[in-house]
């Protein structure tokens, strides 16, 4: 059988993406080598944020996310485990404390929903942070969510809007001849198709070779750690707290190990400690080490974690770009051919909006993001 697109990755992003060509009344084969959402996709925090950003294309994309995610929680309902408990930024250095002001109004400009808080009120905000600080920044409108569960859910709603989906089918390469598109190559045979998605997370640049694009996406390991927390006991963490560090973790474009502080709250009441970053291949073993310098750095910005028992720890790959920005849209490597991936950590914040986005772009509907900043092809 013949689709119209072929989307490669049942990730987040992937997934969709088939949800919303499919809904759209567009022939759609969604094929994944694994499992639905079995990837990068469920490894993170299920992070929806503004508060990590700064002015530009990725806040524009952001802010679009942000909103599209009170659609996602009216369909999907409990499912998503969606909870609006808004992120504090927090700073225990001068230095990125001395920046913070003007990221904070650079925000605000953009119209996200922002404020300054001196140490008094981070401490109200969240009784936890007693270690020593020079302020913070409070974001009302961050969430958590389940991504796994909504990767899932979007996978389902296209199935149910007529897409195919086909797991365990690992995708080799991209067909072309005559500068077009045909389909893709699988481990098990080709399926044919006028237009291929990639939407493989870290491992789309060799899928885009394969179509003679550079998408030069390498992955970028993060760990994170469970801390068990009592099931009687009250909530440790009442909010998202990402130390001020990690802001200059994320726009790094070094190679090199990165760990700056973010906890949190699961949806069962544990703690989840993180954040680690480094550029070191397809390594997901877990780094003892790491997870130490982590929980120390946890412990220092709130010692009630100290002597919890670690319950799990495990690593990921986020896809990553020299430029910090995504791929998305269509590429002049070969009529047909597509991208949806290279969001880095933001996969979660994103993957619903980059759906969306693609296939207003791909049916010809206005986009409700200028996707000019996130071409696939900035990089030939």
């Not at 995708?171 to 080709?190: K, L, Q």
């Not at 560090?245 to 502080?261: F, Q, R």
């Amino acid at each position: 059988m013949s689709h119209e697109v072929v989307v490669v990755g049942a990730g987040i992003v992937g997934a969709a993406v088939a949800r919303e060509l499919a809904v759209r009344g567009v022939r759609v084969c969604l094929v994944e080598g694994g499992e639905v959402a079995g990837g990068s996709t469920g490894l993170g925090e299920g992070n929806v944020l503004c508060s990590d950003k700064d002015a530009g294309p990725e806040l524009a994309l952001a802010r679009a996310g942000l909103e599209l995610y009170a659609e996602l929680e009216a369909r999907l309902g409990e499912r998503a485990q969606i909870r609006r408990k808004g992120a504090l930024i927090v700073h225990r250095s001068e230095a990125t404390w001395a920046a913070e002001p003007a990221r904070v109004a650079r925000l605000r400009a953009a119209g996200v929903a922002g404020s300054l808080v001196s140490v008094g009120e981070v401490r109200s905000l969240e009784p936890a942070l007693t270690g020593e600080l020079w302020g913070g920044s409070w974001f009302p409108d961050d969430l958590q969510c389940a991504p796994r569960a909504i990767a899932r859910a979007l996978a389902a709603e296209a199935g149910e809007a007529g897409a195919e989906v086909l797991t365990g089918r690992r995708v080799e390469g991209v067909m072309v001849a005559g500068g077009h598109v045909h389909g893709v190559h699988t481990a098990t045979g080709s399926l044919g198709a006028d237009a291929v998605v990639l939407a493989a997370g870290a491992w789309s640049a060799a899928l885009a070779a394969s179509a003679g694009l550079v998408l030069p996406i390498e992955p970028r390991k993060g760990q994170l750690v469970r801390l068990a927390v009592a099931p009687s006991a009250p909530p440790m963490l009442l909010h998202k707290v990402v130390d001020g560090a990690y802001l200059g973790s994320v726009a790094s474009a070094g190679a090199g190990l990165e760990v700056s502080t973010v906890i949190e709250t699961t949806w069962a009441g544990d703690v989840l400690v993180g954040s680690s970053r480094e550029r070191r291949g397809f390594d997901v073993d877990v780094d003892d080490g790491v997870s130490a310098a982590m929980l120390a750095r946890a412990v220092g910005l709130a010692p009630c974690l100290d002597g919890l028992r670690v319950a799990g720890a495990w690593a990921g790959l986020r896809p990553w770009l020299p430029d910090g920005l995504p791929a998305i849209g269509p590429s002049r490597a070969a009529a047909g051919l597509w991208a949806a991936t290279g969001h880095e950590g933001a996969g979660v914040a994103l993957g619903p909006i980059t759906g969306r986005l693609v296939a207003q772009a791909y049916c010809g509907e206005t986009v409700a993001v200028d996707l000019e900043p996130f071409s696939p092809d900035r990089f030939a």
